[in-house]
């Protein structure tokens, strides 16, 4: 469980790898803010100039183009990003010749207002443009570099920013047909769009042989997805069953579903493909029928928990969490309460809580004032973390004596299918690997054990 300075994708700074392909071509440094969609977004952005025959920057300091990838999710995610730009004028000035180029949402949603603040900023790519990333930055590359071009086809054209990593990101679709109130999505990131089922099997495969063991699915409603396939239109459920069948592929994840399409068919394919993981995050945002609607989420709390119940029954040990939205406008104590008594019906493991945070030109900051005062959001969402805390608590104790499937992501750290946190002790360090862990401790957010095999 997290507060607002972190989204459910988990709202840190981080960075991109990409393999170290040679000395003497210019280096390229991405640095992403935000969710795993932005993640994915800035490993493909990296690529687009591998592609062009560039190496990889592994610090701001030895890289002659530095592309930062943008939030606008929640203020505070777009501020952060904007007092990092705003630290790069010393990094330009040192080296006029260097390139910066600011993508992503919160670009979308500036646009050129980034380069008035930031005059050193070279380019502004909107996240709506991301699939048209690599022809924008030719000109520019080619204009202000001296490129190598020997090789360029020799790199891969898919994003393989997960040399060597255990788990790694492979997007589905792009944009978001809905239109909650709060969110600013739709407008930065554009209708749906999906990508065809060739192109998601060829990077899954890509990602598999540079030894990814596990891939999470991205989309906004990831679970709407569909796609003309082999004369026929495929659907989530048969996504997941032709991914299923990439050999090496060991555990296959997805985020973030869309209550709505919670459906007997995707249901079945927890139980029909061994590689989809028994663990979802399904974002309910609140537990009062009277909020829901004014987010316009299209489902009411029953209907919520009804397809709870329906994953519940058909997969006992499925382990879910979610998203919550405190201080909506007009947000009584009383629907509060009610948001409080829904985590208690529905006990997910753990949860990312949010405070509301209005953003320009959506539904709810036109239509109503943000009228739930910062202390009353700042009370609720600890009381909802308590909450949420405790009742984790227990799904994390009941681990304890138990011993369970982990993929080490990181020395002696890794997660279990069902996706807790484990750290243990003993062995070499061996990423990509799976173990059997015994668990023998747990915390809040952690369980510790001792490797058995
Ligand atoms: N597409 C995903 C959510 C993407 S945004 C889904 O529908 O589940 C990730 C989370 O950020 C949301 O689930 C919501 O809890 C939170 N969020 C989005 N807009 C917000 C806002 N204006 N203020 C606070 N939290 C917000
Ligand atoms: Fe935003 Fe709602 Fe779309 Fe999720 S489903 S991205 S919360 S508009």
């Known amino acids: 469980m997290r507060k607002e300075a972190k989204t459910n994708m988990s709202l840190t700074t981080q960075t991109v790898s990409t393999p170290n392909v040679a000395i003497k071509k210019p280096k390229i440094h991405v640095v992403s803010f935000g969710c795993q969609m932005s993640f994915a977004d800035s490993a493909e952005m990296a690529q687009s100039f591998l592609n062009k025959g560039w190496a990889s920057g592994e610090s701001l300091e030895n890289a002659d183009a530095v592309v930062i990838s943008t939030c606008t999710v929640r203020q505070h995610a777009e501020d952060r990003a904007m007092s990092f730009i705003g630290r790069l004028r010393v990094w330009k000035k040192q080296k006029p010749n260097r390139l910066l180029v600011v993508a992503g949402c919160a670009a979308q949603r500036l646009g050129n207002k980034i380069k008035e603040r930031f005059p050193h900023v070279d380019l502004v790519i909107g996240a709506k443009s991301i699939e048209s990333f690599s022809k924008i930055i030719e000109d520019v590359l ?5 490129l190598v071009e020997e090789n360029a086809s020799d790199f891969p054209q898919t994003a393989t920013s997960s040399q060597g ?27 749906e769009r999906y ?5 998601i099997l060829e990077e899954t495969e890509a990602k598999i042989a540079a030894g990814v063991k596990e891939i999470t699915l991205l989309g906004q409603t990831v679970n709407s997805y569909q796609a ?34 919670v459906n007997k068919e995707m249901i079945a394919a927890f139980k029909n493909y061994p590689a989809v993981c028994e663990y979802l995050h399904l974002p309910v945002q609140s537990g009062s029928n009277q909020i829901l609607k004014l987010m316009r989420r299209n489902y009411t709390r029953e209907l919520f928990m009804d397809k709870v119940r329906m994953l519940r029954s058909e997969i006992p040990n499925l382990v879910l969490s979610t998203d919550i939205i405190v201080g909506f406008p007009t947000e009584t104590e009383a629907d509060f309460d009610e948001t ?19 953003r320009p030109q959506t539904a709810s900051f036109i239509e109503s004032p943000d009228d739930v005062p910062p202390s009353v959001k700042e009370d609720r969402l600890a009381r909802l973390n308590d909450l949420a ?12 004596g138990e011993t369970v499937e982990v993929l080490e992501e990181s020395e002696n750290f890794g997660r279990t299918r069902d996706g807790f946190k484990v750290k243990w002790k003993g062995g070499e360090k061996s990423i990509g690997e799976l173990h059997l862990v015994k668990i023998v401790e747990a915390s809040d957010f952690l369980l510790i054990g001792e490797k058995t095999k």
């Open 142 to 146: 080619s204009e202000k570099f001296d």
């Open 389 to 400: 805390r405790e009742i984790g608590r227990q799904s994390l104790q009941r681990k304890v």
């Open 228 to 261: 003309e396939y082999q004369g026929k239109t495929v659907k989530f459920p048969e996504l997941l069953k032709i991914l299923n069948q990439v050999p090496g592929l060991k555990r296959l994840r997805f985020m973030s579903p869309h209550p709505h399409y």
């Open 165 to 191: 990593a255990a788990c790694d990101f492979v997007t589905i679709m792009r944009g978001c047909n809905y239109s909650c109130s709060y969110c600013i999505v739709p407008s930065v990131r554009g209708r």
């Open 340 to 358: 409080l008594s829904l985590i208690k019906e529905f006990r997910p493991a753990w949860i990312y809580s949010f405070k509301y945070s209005p």
């Open 195 to 199: 990508r065809p089922v060739e192109t």
